[in-house]
């Protein structure tokens, strides 16, 4: 469903990257935002860019990984905007290595931001939605979660779940006025790779940031097509040529994917 005129809306880690992108798009389209992140300074950065873009923002510092935090985010989104018909459960971090070497702690981190970061987010601002009869949730996850590559196995794990969690809600949702959106983009240039955490050959870092550098769609264009396919209700967006190629390519051939996107993927290992 199309969004409102004046669409109020929540971005969690807002303060970099996509989510700043995304608030950039938004204030570009008339939205009143109510931005979150835990990095103070990026998260200012943001609301100083979106206000000067004439956009009407607040913030609030929320770790998606508490959910009381999220929570509060949801109680704000109410005390200070009167509800939220745009919720973007956007933050997420990176960690690369092979499984049996990361870290627990690694595995613990990225899950606690990645997919207990987007469920609290569904937690507490659906039901709010669906009482109000409106609104719409777009969860950030990746190509990594419908395609899986080696040496990400805990980043592939977290955005297959959003995934799956986005899927059962667009069935759990219909009637209810609220729609769900998950975007899987390829790879573009942001500082996740500042946050990331990585185990074994730190070089296998530089192919993907070359990957990132290289795409044709960047943050702005990621976010531009991300707020097109909330307006078109499309459950699956997925941004960039090469991710819809990958996809397509697996439901047809899954076998010789597999051993494709693991002689490719391979490749970054060594
Ligand atoms: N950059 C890519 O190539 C790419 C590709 C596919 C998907 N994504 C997804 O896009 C989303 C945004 O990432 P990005 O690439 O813009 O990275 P980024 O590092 O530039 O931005 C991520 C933001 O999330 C914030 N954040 C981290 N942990 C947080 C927490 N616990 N609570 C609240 N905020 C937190 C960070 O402070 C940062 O501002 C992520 O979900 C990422 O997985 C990125």
């Known amino acids: 469903m199309a969004l ?10 807002a303060g970099s990257g996509l989510g700043r992108a995304l608030s950039l ?32 923002t607040v913030t609030q510092r929320c770790n998606v990984a508490v959910a009381a935090e999220v929570e509060a985010l949801a109680v704000a989104a109410d005390e200070r905007m009167g509800g939220s018909d745009l919720v973007i459960n956007n933050a997420g971090v990176a960690v690369g290595g092979l499984v049996g070497e990361i870290p627990l702690t690694d595995w613990e981190w990225i899950m606690a931001v990645n997919i207990w970061g987007v469920i609290y987010g569904c937690h507490s601002f659906l039901p709010r939605m669906k009482r109000q009869k409106s609104g719409h949730v777009l969860n950030v996850a990746s190509t990594a ?7 990400m196995g805990p980043y592939n794990v977290t955005k297959a779940g959003v995934v799956a969690l986005s899927e059962t809600l667009a069935a759990e949702l219909t009637g209810t006025g609220v729609g769900v959106t998950v975007l899987c983009p390829t790879f573009f240039k942001t500082n996740i790779f500042k946050s990331s955490r990585s185990t ?7 192919p993907v940031e070359k990957l990132m550098a290289r795409a044709r769609l960047q943050a702005d264009g990621v976010a ?12 699956h967006a997925l941004p960039h040529g ?23 993927g391979q490749r970054f290992l060594k």
Do not use: Q
């Open 145 to 151: 979660g419908l395609i899986h590559a080696p040496g």
């Open 200 to 206: 074994g050959d730190a070089a296998a870092k530089a």
């Open 25 to 56: 798009e938004l204030a570009g389209r008339g939205a009143r935002l109510l931005l979150a992140d835990i990095d103070d300074a990026g998260l200012a950065e943001t609301a100083r860019l979106t206000g000067a873009a004439g956009a009407e």
């Open 4 to 13: 409102p005129k004046h669409p109020r809306a929540v971005i969690t880690g």
């Open 224 to 235: 531009r097509y991300a707020i097109d396919s909330v307006d078109a209700g499309r459950l």
């Open 242 to 264: 090469d991710g819809r190629w990958f996809w397509r390519a697996k439901r047809v051939a899954p076998g010789f994917f597999a051993s494709t996107v693991l002689g490719h």
